[in-house]
């Protein structure tokens, strides 16, 4: 099996590079190889690989940068997704692509299903609901995975944010109104090979192809979650200037930003976990794991 891998440098394709070493042959890109903004340069690397699995993990992810520049959020997020759908289409190849909760208007408390009607309040949501559907419309043969609150040992996140600021700071505040679960990178990733190798071996004409919300298990606000950081971090006997017990809990009107963030990023996660009876465990277990290998490393890593 050859397998084409965008977004090497990132927190999910770094983390890809290792999963889906075993599956086969892996043609890992990043940006200085693959400018998602260049159709023909994009249409002629799937074209020289002739890969049987396309995995696109890479985006635009500077949300509120996104708000003045949607011309760029919308080539990286939607048309490249839609070049690359075209492409595995064009040789029976799968494609597996992630997308986010933002395309959703993150109202209410209840977990989003995938028949959940998408209403994106951002140039990012907006981009990547459009590169959903980009996709879809290209390629039978897709596999569109919705994730949120990404968390990886490999390049920036919110817990090495944390860290860095309890570092410089004696208080830190935190919103506490918007609740999600923080799912690993390495979760993604290895889930990813599982998928891979299951359409491996099932075939093409028995895979379940479709949208899935894959999410850690669980719930926390940004505010708990930056404790439980913090918390990790003492136990491990890093000198900081700000505990747990010095973040203070503020609301989202407390941090004026270009792009809306949504108060609601829970994903419902059943229709993953029945069809490919997989087990998601609880966010606590992969970012723990996460936290010990920032923490082992320097945040700066």
């Not at 933002?102 to 609901?129: C, H, I, M, N």
């Not at 996140?157 to 935190?174: H, Q």
């Amino acid at each position: 099996m050859k397998i084409l891998l965008t977004g090497k440098d990132g927190q999910v394709g770094f983390e890809l590079v290792r999963a889906l070493a075993p599956l086969g042959e892996v043609v890992a890109v990043g940006r200085a190889d693959c400018n998602l903004l260049d159709a023909d340069a994009l249409r002629a690397l799937v074209r020289r690989v002739v890969p049987d699995v396309i995995v696109n993990p890479a985006a635009w992810t500077a949300v509120d940068q996104a708000e003045s520049e949607p011309e760029t959020a919308f080539g990286v997020n939607a048309r490249a997704p839609g070049m690359l759908g075209e492409e595995a289409a064009r040789l029976d190849a799968l494609m597996v692509h992630y997308s986010t909760d933002y395309v959703f208007d993150g109202a209410g408390q209840a977990p989003w299903t995938e028949s959940d009607a998408p209403a994106p309040r951002s140039v990012y949501g907006s981009s990547k609901l459009a590169g959903e559907r980009a996709l879809a419309g290209a390629c039978a043969r897709h596999l569109i995975l919705r994730t949120s609150w990404v968390l990886g040992a490999h390049g920036g996140n919110f817990a090495k944010t944390i860290l860095r600021l309890a570092r410089e700071r004696e208080r830190l505040s935190v919103v506490d109104d918007q609740f999600g679960a923080p799912t690993s990178a390495a979760l993604l990733a290895d889930l990813t090979a599982h998928l891979v190798r299951q359409y491996a071996c099932e075939g093409a004409a028995a895979f379940p192809y479709g949208i899935y919300h894959v999410a850690a298990a669980g719930e926390t606000s940004w505010y708990d979650y930056a404790r439980f950081v913090l918390d990790a971090a003492r136990a491990a006997g890093k000198p900081l200037l700000a505990g747990p017990e010095d973040v203070l809990p503020v609301k989202t009107a407390a941090f004026p930003a270009a792009a809306r963030r949504p108060a609601n990023s829970r994903l419902d996660t059943g229709l993953f976990r029945h069809t490919f009876h997989l087990r998601l465990p609880p966010w606590q277990e992969g970012a723990l794991h996460v936290l010990r290998q920032i923490l082992e490393r320097g945040i700066d890593a």
